[in-house]
């Protein structure tokens, strides 16, 4: 049974760093397509940045230059390294992962993922 396990959610002030980890098990290989959401009370779940078996990345506008995603597959781990925090980025944060290659359209849609987190919360306060 494939699980992830988000964590390194907490407070931070305006203009500060955290780093997000989710952790992969229950495979025996690293899955082809993995991303990070987040999602604030009354929005939509947004995708933030995606990953592919090659090292391939794709981010979203609202996080380009502050937000870095990476992998250890050793550790079959996936991070979230996000600096310059701001007061917007509030949210819970959620890592996703598909069982088939990252899709060539609409490329930081959750459609695409089979399985998620429970998610970790970031809070940035101004």
């Known amino acids: 049974q494939v699980q992830l396990v988000e964590s390194g959610g907490g407070s931070v002030q305006d203009g500060g760093s955290l780093t997000l980890s989710c952790v992969v098990s229950?495979?025996?290989?690293?899955?082809?397509?993995l991303g990070w959401f987040r999602q604030a009370p009354g929005k939509e779940r947004e995708g933030l940045a995606r990953?592919?078996?090659?090292?391939?990345?794709n981010y979203a506008d609202s996080v380009k230059g502050r937000f870095t995603i990476s992998e250890d597959n050793a550790k079959n781990t996936l991070y979230l390294q996000m600096n310059s925090l701001k007061p917007e980025d509030t949210a819970i944060y959620f890592c996703?992962?598909?069982?088939?290659?990252?899709?060539?359209?609409?490329?930081?849609?959750?459609?695409?993922?089979?399985?998620w987190g429970q998610g970790t919360q970031v809070a940035v306060s101004s």
């Open positions: 996703g992962a598909s069982p088939y290659r990252c899709r060539a359209w609409d490329v930081l849609s959750a459609t695409q993922y089979s399985y």
């Open positions: 990953i592919n078996i090659w090292g391939d990345t």
């Open positions: 229950g495979v025996t290989n690293r899955l082809p397509c």
